[in-house]
């Protein structure tokens, strides 16, 4: 078997006395897809947010391609690959898509040897671009993204990671807020997403998304990893009894 994208190896986590995770291992290769189920407060948010940057571990490794990282910050995780989309998808709502791929590091170009003004050209079709690569229509791609559907919203978020060169995607619940038609669209979205090669990672509730999707289901319980099965191998009662333990 090919090296892993990633390699989470025995990572504890402790908020003052609250084990969050403890010695949690699990893995993550391209074109896969790793679901993460367990109950509340079963340390599925304070994984991601270790893979992430966003907390930083108080044993264990995280080997992306091979090598251990330690990452500062978000910002640096993100250079590295790795990108999360929360369940607030932190979408500017007032802007277009191709302005939300470029939120904060927008491109620019020289107008008649003047000053540098917004590339609007580039937005545009990195928009149109994505979108297609994403499979996902929409018909007007420079309407504000606040006119957009849930489903929508979620695929300009995924697009932004892609965009920007993405090669795991961490989603938090990303079907949560979604009616059923806009879960099966996010649903094939993460499809299209392993088709791509990338590694994907989600967080959810839902069995049937889990089993619609996953390739392996790790399960967490109070921060210890009650076990990781594959969806052909298992069933959502053993999943429910791995989550509550008993
Ligand atoms: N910043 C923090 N400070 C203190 N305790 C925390 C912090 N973050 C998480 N915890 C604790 O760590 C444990 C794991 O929480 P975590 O949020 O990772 O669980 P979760 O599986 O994501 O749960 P949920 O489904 O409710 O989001 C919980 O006991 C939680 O109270």
Known sequence: MTEPLLDVRGVSKYFGG?????????????????????????GKSTLIKAIS?????????ILL???????ESPQQARDHG?????????????????ANIFLGREPKRKAFGFLPVLDRGLMADAAKETMRRLDFHVDRLSAPVSAFSGGQRQAVAIGRAIYWNAKILIMDEPTAALGVPEQR???ALIKSLKEQGKGVIFISHNLGDIFAVADRIV??????????????????????????GG
């Open 18 to 42: 609250v084990h969050a995770l403890e010695d949690v291992s699990m893995d993550l290769h391209a074109g896969e897809v790793v679901a993460l189920a367990g109950d509340n407060g079963a």
């Open 53 to 61: 940057g966003v907390h930083k571990v108080d044993r264990g490794d």
């Open 65 to 71: 391609e091979g090598k251990p990282v330690t990452y």
């Open 82 to 98: 790795i990108e999360t989309i929360y369940q607030d998808l932190a979408l500017a709502d007032n802007l277009s898509i191709g």
């Open 185 to 187: 669209k996010v649903i």
């Open 219 to 244: 399960v967490l319980r109070r921060g210890i990893k009650a076990g990781e099965r594959k969806p052909d191998e298992t069933t959502g009662d053993e999943i429910v009894r791995l989550m509550v």
